[in-house]
């Protein structure tokens, strides 16, 4: 199994709203751009992970989140 890098485990294991954490260090200059938004049966790790039936359908948003740069700092996905 492949280790989390120290410095993502912060970001991974917080508590609270991502997108707060963003624009606090962004200073207020944070946006969202949604790429796919759709109707999907869980994937296998995804449904794992939340205790989930894999065979469940949920609705699945994709996204990349900006902060004070031009490139995205982020790529999300909500299930």
């Known amino acids: 199994m492949q280790q989390i890098p120290a410095e993502l485990k912060t970001w991974l294991y917080a508590s609270g709203s991502l997108t707060q954490q963003l624009t606090d260090l962004a200073d207020g ?4 751009q949604p ?4 109707f999907q049966r ?4 995804d449904a794992k992970w939340m205790s989930m039936p894999f065979q469940h359908t949920s ?11 031009a490139e995205p700092w982020v ?4 299930i």
């Open 75 to 78: 790529k999300a996905k909500s």
């Open 42 to 45: 869980l994937q296998f790790i």
């Open 59 to 69: 609705w699945v948003r994709e996204s990349f989140l900006y902060g004070s740069d």
């Open 29 to 32: 200059a944070f946006r969202v």
């Open 35 to 38: 790429t796919k938004e759709h």
